[in-house]
């Protein structure tokens, strides 16, 4: 095989793998697989850049940032919808078109899920995707292809009648309801050469609620809802922001086409928008009459939560589209379809109180307690108020009457006051200046929205604390788990993590008795012994592991090595002013900050002399010194995952004993990104960044092993 045969099949292969994965949902192969493949394609095309073909699975991702958006005229007007609240609704609106026309009578219908998300329409050439672009006014919207791009459920080639075969074999399709009826699936399907589609570009549920944590926990802004969130993210000016987003899309009608053959029904459209590689939902039906659409209609509304994304009603379609078309429209409503929607979930409410929860970072979340209120058949008590910049941005006030929305799954949130009805005795809510739970100053950083509680001794942060310093990558004192440090929190045996190497064999008896030891066989007096040996022999962990035991801000295993080289005793560390700290390649200005910060305070001062006092002071360091040299010279890497031959402190030898260095970050300016095993948020932002992705393999073969 050429080098070129070679990267066509890889392209092929690599779409092939994005559509088993963002589309159908069943991965064929593992990510490390799918990595090296995708990291082989990418050294291709640095070899040789004349290659590159726009549906490249690379050029998802990597244009550069818009001034703005250009227009874009759709090819035909981008209708909306008419609603129905209720089967009455649907009833009257199925009378009024069986008068207009009595093929009505004999219509059947599909019924569909009506996606809360953003309206995209899609523009295919000869197979390829050539443009995307936003609703708009239904005439001219927004071109967004750039962005769109990067969404994998988005195929960026489709089968076209000119061409010999496609890479979707039909047995990916086996499996769908959509072919699980009476007919089997199309074979060979073709698109023609020109046509365009509109689908839903949405985030699910699940993904709208890890980004929203991620975000607390870094101490940023949250997002409101996911649909906000799909419309903010789309109409990003930089792809890079769009890539980083988990959007995804689903589609359902075909909006124009030129010179080919396109199913004249819906069901059928579905089917073969599946089969050119599209995704389609798995939740559509069809009906020989208006009853039994009507009848699963209702079965969603009160399941809408097992949809994995929002959905604000279900959309009931004549099957039959040529008559659909005839039947034209009023105003921007089409008459051949109808949207039933399902009951608001918004309703109000008083807020009694604003409460405030102290995260494990520390960060303070104010949320409101309602008077109880019953939702879409949940009875709601609480619901989030984010941040207090939102509770000031919308003068959210105790006492108020609030609107909230709960949907989906997504934890209930507060829309706004419903300030007409105010008693004059609400007044504007002004954030703690002391933390809830231990009653120290509060804080806030330049550049964060959150406020936080940075007390060492915070009985709210004390379990987690705890919880870190004695993890693995930390002092690694097993035995030391979640129950019996809650235990001995309680009893007072431990108030600061310098407690725990002066703990008495009855301290952690009475500990285990008091917990629940329901599971556990061994007697009271073994798990004390043991323990007390696990943390004797983590006095002699070296200093980085100390340093990642505090739990400073931005400071994990990585870091903690750097710092450990350069200041090798926690006497020179605390001495270190921030200047100083950013000599070091990896810490930046925030992390300095933290670092001088965490020193400065006088309660984690204390817990440092306690284990002075207790002989945990190391002055040794874990990991060798960088020699200068070798194969791996100059280059940084970030690992992120499991990895199967390395453990991590393994790996980061590996890597520095062949002369590169490892960094906690993705920037810019990192060399390779390590790829393992469930991967955190740092594979986004390298892909997101067009780092190199590489795997174990790659590693060794770059040290010429
Ligand atoms: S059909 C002529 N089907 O709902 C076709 N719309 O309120 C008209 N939507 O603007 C649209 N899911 O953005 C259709 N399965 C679905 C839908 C859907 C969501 C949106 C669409 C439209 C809005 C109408």
Request: proline share 6%.
């Amino acid at each position: 095989m050429t080098t070129h045969e070679r990267y066509a099949k890889l392209c092929k292969e690599v779409n092939f793998h994005n559509y088993r994965y963002h589309v159908l949902d069943t991965p064929v192969i593992s990510d490390l697989e799918f990595d090296r493949l995708a990291a082989e394609l990418r050294q291709i095309e640095a070899d040789y850049p004349d290659w590159i073909t726009p549906d490249s699975p690379t050029q998802r991702a990597g244009a550069s940032p818009a001034e703005k958006f250009e227009k874009v005229r759709h090819p035909r007007p981008i209708l909306s919808l008419a609603n129905a609240f209720g089967a009455g609704d649907a009833r009257a609106w199925y009378e009024r078109i069986r008068k207009l026309d009595d093929r009505v009578e004999k219509a059947g219908f599909v019924v569909e899920p009506k996606i809360d998300g953003l309206s995209v329409v899609l523009h295919y050439r000869d197979g390829v995707f050539v443009q995307g672009a936003t609703r708009g006014d239904g005439e001219i919207g927004e071109d967004i292809t750039t962005n769109l791009r990067t969404i994998k459920a988005i195929p960026l080639r489709v089968p076209v009648s000119s061409e010999q075969s496609s890479v979707f074999s039909d047995q990916s399709l086996k499996g769908s309801p959509l072919f699980s009826g009476t007919q089997p699936p199309k074979a060979n399907v073709k698109s023609p050469p020109y046509f365009v589609v509109r689908g839903e570009a949405f985030i699910t549920v699940k993904e709208f609620e890890k980004l929203n944590k991620k975000l607390e926990e870094a101490g940023e802004k949250t997002y409101l809802n996911p649909r906000n969130t799909a419309a903010g993210s789309l109409r990003q000016l930089d792809p890079s922001i769009t890539a980083s987003r988990p959007l995804t899309l689903l589609v359902y009608q075909v909006v124009y086409s030129e010179g080919g053959d396109v199913p004249t029904n819906q069901w059928e459209l579905l089917e073969w928008l599946m089969a050119l590689g599209f995704p389609v939902t798995d939740a559509a039906r069809r009906f020989p009459d208006l009853e039994s659409a009507i009848a699963y209609t209702e079965t969603w509304a009160t399941r809408r939560d097992e949809l994995p994304y929002e959905a604000d009603g279900m959309v009931i379609k004549i099957d039959d589209l040529r008559l659909a078309a005839d039947l034209g429209f009023v105003g921007k409503d089409p008459r051949g379809a109808i949207a039933f929607k399902f009951p608001a979930r918004e309703v109000t409410t008083q807020l009694q109180e604003i409460r405030v929860n102290v995260g494990r970072t520390g960060v303070l979340t104010p949320y409101a307690v309602l008077e109880p209120v019953e939702i879409g058949g949940v009875v709601v008590e609480r619901a989030t108020l984010h941040n207090f910049d939102y509770i000031a941005e919308k003068d959210i006030r105790p006492g108020d009457r609030v609107l909230v929305k709960r949907a989906g799954e997504v934890i209930p949130y507060i829309i706004g006051p419903v300030a007409e009805v105010r008693t004059g005795a609400e007044k504007p809510y002004a954030p703690p200046a002391a933390c809830p739970a231990c009653g120290q100053p509060v804080e806030h950083f330049e550049g964060e929205v959150a406020w936080y509680c940075v007390n060492a001794a915070c009985p709210a942060q004390l379990v987690r604390n705890v919880e870190h310093f004695v993890s693995i990558g930390a002092m690694d004192i097993t035995g030391l788990g979640i129950k019996i440090v809650e235990k001995l929190i309680e009893t007072g045996a431990v108030k600061d993590v310098a407690d725990i190497y002066t703990l008495k064999r009855e301290d952690i008896l009475e500990a285990v008795t008091k917990k629940d030891r329901k599971t556990k066989s061994e007697p009271p007096g073994k798990i004390a012994d043991n323990l007390l040996a696990a943390i004797e022999i983590s006095r002699q962990q070296p200093l980085n592991r100390l340093i990642a035991a505090l739990g400073i801000r931005g400071v994990g295993e990585v870091s903690a090595a750097d710092l450990s080289r350069a200041f090798p005793s926690l006497d020179l560390l605390a001495l270190a002013s921030a200047e100083d700290l950013q000599m070091i390649e990896g810490i930046g200005p925030n992390i300095a900050g933290a670092i001088v910060d965490w020193f400065s305070r006088k309660r984690n001062r204390s817990v440092l002399e306690k284990l002075r006092a207790a002989g945990v002071w190391p002055t040794s360091v874990g990991t060798a010194p960088a020699p200068s040299g070798g194969p791996l010279a100059g280059m940084t890497f970030v690992v992120t995952g499991t990895l199967a031959g390395f453990s991590r402190e393994g790996v980061k030898e590996f890597i520095e004993s062949h002369g590169g260095k490892v960094t906690d970050s993705v920037s810019r300016n990192t060399s390779y990104l390590m790829l393992g095993e469930a991967p955190g948020s740092k594979l986004e932002k390298a892909k997101a960044l067009g780092v190199k992705i590489i795997g174990e393999n790659e590693l060794r073969m770059l040290c010429g092993k």
